[in-house]
C-alpha cells in the first residue's frame, strides 16, 4: 500500500466535520463512526460530507491529520524557539502533557483509531506520522550530540523510549485516570537530564 498523503489546507466545512469525527470516534468508538452520524450530529446531509470525504478511509486519514497538525500547531513554535537542543526536549515533554490534557478527546480519538483502523488502500497515517515524530526526535538527539550537549547514546532508542514514556500521560488520561500530569513531566524532565545530558 502507499502513504496516504493528506490534504494541505482545509476549509472551515472540512474542519468542522473532522472535529466531529474526532468527537464521534472518541465518544462510539470506530465501527459506529459512520458518515451517516457524523452527518447527523453537524446537521448537515450525507451527501455534503460525501463531497468533502468520499469514504471513511479518507475522512479517517484526514482526521489523524487534522489531530497531528492541531499538536504540531500547539507545540511547534514553543519548541523551536532555542537552538539548545536539551531546551527543545524539555520543552516537548512539558508541552506533550499539556496538549495531552488540553485536548484529550483528540488523544481518546488517535488511540481508537490506532487500534481499530484498518485501511484498505493506504498505509495508516498513524503509523507513517509517528515515525516521522520519531525521525524528528532523533535528529534533536544527533545534533545535541554533534555539539556536545548530550552524551553518546543510540538516538533511535533514546526517541522511542522517551515517545514511549510520554504515552505513559496519554494512555492515564485516555482512561480517565485523576493524573498530576505537571508531577508526571517534571519527573521525566529530570529523568532524562540524567540519561541524556552530557555534565
Do not use: C
Amino acid at each position: 500500500m502507499k502513504i496516504y498523503t493528506p490534504r494541505s489546507t482545509l476549509t472551515p466545512t472540512q474542519r468542522r466535520i473532522l472535529e466531529s469525527t474526532v468527537q464521534t470516534i472518541a465518544d462510539v468508538g470506530y465501527a459506529q463512526t459512520t458518515i451517516g452520524e457524523i452527518s447527523q450530529r453537524l446537521g448537515i446531509s450525507k451527501g455534503v460530507v460525501q463531497y468533502h470525504f468520499p469514504s471513511k478511509e479518507s475522512l479517517i486519514q484526514e482526521s489523524i491529520a487534522y489531530i497531528y497538525t492541531v499538536a504540531r500547531d500547539y507545540m511547534s513554535a514553543q519548541i523551536w524557539q532555542t537552538t539548545n537542543e536539551w531546551l527543545q526536549i524539555r520543552s516537548f515533554i512539558e508541552l506533550s502533557g499539556q496538549f495531552y490534557q488540553k485536548y484529550p478527546i483528540h488523544i481518546q480519538a488517535l488511540h481508537v483509531i490506532r487500534a481499530d483502523f484498518q485501511p484498505q488502500k493506504h498505509i495508516s497515517l498513524a503509523a507513517t506520522l509517528h515515525e516521522r515524530e520519531l525521525t524528528d526526535l532523533a535528529n534533536v538527539f544527533i545534533a545535541g550530540q554533534q555539539k556536545g550537549v548530550f552524551r553518546h547514546f543510540d538516538p533511535d532508542i533514546a526517541a522511542t523510549t522517551l515517545r514511549l514514556a510520554l504515552n505513559g500521560i496519554a494512555g492515564k488520561l485516555k482512561d480517565q485516570q485523576p493524573y498530576d500530569v505537571t508531577k508526571y513531566t517534571g519527573e521525566l524532565i529530570e529523568l532524562f537530564y540524567r540519561a541524556f545530558y552530557n555534565n
